[in-house]
């Protein structure tokens, strides 16, 4: 172990016996996330329940140079979540508390470790310290939403299925309380919308942990709208489906939600448990929601429709009321967790590409599954273009994961060259390091690496991430 | 003069000797900007043409340790133009081509000099370059829209009208294209909407010319909504329009703009030549603006009129036309340049408040008007809750504008004790450079000043601005 008993004892001082783990079968739940590649074990994870024992234990870290890693739930596709070089993992698993609903101001204030959706369960009376319905939401709402917690979508700025319209994480966070690499707390930003100087919640989103540890965020929210309308559309091929997103998008509305489903992604999630009743049959699928007045998100439904059916879509439905609705998109949002009822093992991949350069994308990727065997899922959002290529392998073939891998990269490298880019919102973390390349200049790493320096000069926050090794 | 000959004559190989101002008399133009009460005036003011032309400039003053402040329309309102340690002033007056309108990708690529109506002017086909109507336009729309550029807009990341829905110059700016202070020219940023790592184009945007010079901008676009409906409602009380708005966003629609004026306000504006027909007896009046498909517009339109009559307006008016819908529009942004015609001169304050905090506030300005013995008009937009105090005094009168800039400080004081802080989208510049510690902890500048060191190791670039002297 490459951490003192004292350095241990120091910890148990702050957080309690129970707060506390250091038995090496224990710490080997900690040493993977759900990247699912690597693994590298912890000295000590720490399970805080305040911002005040992160700040303790983080002080500890900078007195003693140790390596610090935060923690959510742990479902980093991209190694983020990874003590790459040992060291203290900080789980934020028990400041799980939504702290504030504040309707006069839209904010929410949420603990680092609140699951997503939970924060839009309290908004609609779901939670029992919350029992009375709002009538608002928070719109950045990743497919992980049950299980990502609102720190990790912040260190990855998560995209969502609404940020058609309400943007990324970074546009629905208006404050972060964090703990500076030194332990010392600090509150950037604040409830009004702006900020003078410079933005330092900006840039601390987005930051996959190498900057600060997120304890508490102040979040957007917004009003429900009178009504949701949502809309299945099923195609005979992916080129028709691409041309109905850019149909959509040129009707002048804008859909709150546009989602792309391929045949296998479909037939995925209609084996298993979430099954929502999605056409198996399909070569693809949008499902479309938009919203207004009853009357408005009426009319914007229909025009829709038609659009739909003028690109060719074999069947259009308008769901029948929100329990059908919730069928669906319950099914969408369980695509990932659902390849495992098609194939042993998986990749999730994850790039952006120029909203309308779907047809070309899912091309060359049926290309590459076919240069390397295998098969390759598509679930994709419109709203920024974010792709994610599901690679079916089998770890049990010796070779297979390592060539599954490479296939992955091939798609990143084909979005880069598309004018996309090697990430939506799973981060660069330690997967993708090699590839931030890819995008960046020496020049601009170098300004990346030196605002690191700024928020943490001994480089003790989550080492080995984002930047080439 | 602060610069030697040799640099001068360097420059002028760089720019031609028309893109060189030294003459003293011509250079007393540019020692002014918009916000009227401090001069400082430069050693020489260049126009480049080109963003080579403003890295060749650059890389001159680096190597020479000189000052660099850039300029747009010469707008600013903090003194953010304000060339406080002579030096160059790099204007972009002759950077204002509209490069690229790309709808695929809906976004515009811009150089820095271009006015902010000109983008949406190119989109609807009323620029001689660009002469059919592409159905889309540039949602952040300050106020100043006809006269500041964007590369302005950028520097202070200002609101606009649209803000509500689209949020502010962040939010539609996706890529920047940058001179660094030693002259090497980057591209931050890109076509599509995630962008892996930090966010530099975030942290530039809003930085007031501190980082580096932004000569291009790739700017998101929008559609444009099949219908938008503009209502006009007139109040008798402040309070009732407070209340008014708070009704609206709490009906579960998002109107896209939501301004609200006060009787001198109005009354300046309709003393002149931009009058809309605003009721001159209201106490108050809020301008709303709802967009969506016909039938969805004008079912939103008629809740907000419901809850305007519901709020106590006694008067509630729906345009009939585009035609009266750009009249009334018209005046609200000729509001600051309409103060002329109630009073000798004036200070265009600049905070953000709490939304709802906007009776309180308006209580407070009244009380400190009275104090001072000034009259203040009011604008308010609804959107970020940035609240512009008109201060009307007469600078003839010995010590007036003392004592006007310090009920402007007491009024910024308010919003920062009420919630708010203390500017919208003006910036801190020079002005409220001392205010700044109101709102940030010493630990905090220096975060931000070490940012700054990242880009600017060398403080030439607007030395003097943001940051306590």
Known sequence: MGISKRIVDEIVKIVGPDGVITDEVELSVYEADGSLVYTARPDVVVFPRSTEEVARVVRLAWENRIPIVARGS??????????LEGGIVISLARM????????????????AGVINQWVTDALMGLSYQYPIDLGYYFPADPGSQRVSTIGGNIAHNAGGVKCFKYGVTVNNVRGLRVVLPNGEVKFFGGKVVESPGYDLVGIVTGSEGTMAIVTEALLRIVS???????????????????????????????????????????????????AGGLPRDAEAILLIDVEGSEAGASAEANKVVEALK?????????????????????????????????????????????????PEALRRIREIGAKYGFRIANVFHAGDGNLHPLILYDERRPGEKERALQAEEEILR??????????????????????????????ELNIMRRIKGVFDPLGIMNPGKIFPG
Chains 1, 2 share one sequence.
């Open 74 to 83: 742990g479902t980093s596709l991209s190694g983020g979540a990874l003590p």
């Open 224 to 274: 429900n709208y009178e009504s949701v309308k949502t809309i299945l559309a099923a195609f005979n091929s992916i080129e028709d489906a691409g041309a109905a997103v850019s149909r959509i998008i040129n009707l002048g509305i804008r859909p709150v939600a546009l989602e792309f489903m391929d045949k296998l992604a479909i037939n995925a999630v209609e084996s298993g448990p979430w």
């Open 414 to 443: 084909m979005c880069v060259e598309i004018g996309g880019t090697i990430t939506g919102e799973h981060g660069v973390g330690y997967l993708k390091r090699s590839l931030i390349t890819l995008i960046y200049t020496d020049y």
């Open 310 to 358: 003028a690109s060719g879509a074999y069947m259009v439905r308008m769901a029948k009321d929100r329990a059908e609705a919730n069928r669906w998109w319950g099914a969408r949002k369980q695509a990932f967790g659902s390849m495992g009822f098609v194939g042993p093992n998986y990749i999730t991949g994850d790039g952006t590409i120029p909203r309308k350069k779907l």
């Open 96 to 111: 799980n508390r939504v702290l504030e609903l504040d309707l006069e101001n839209e904010t929410a204030t949420v603990e």
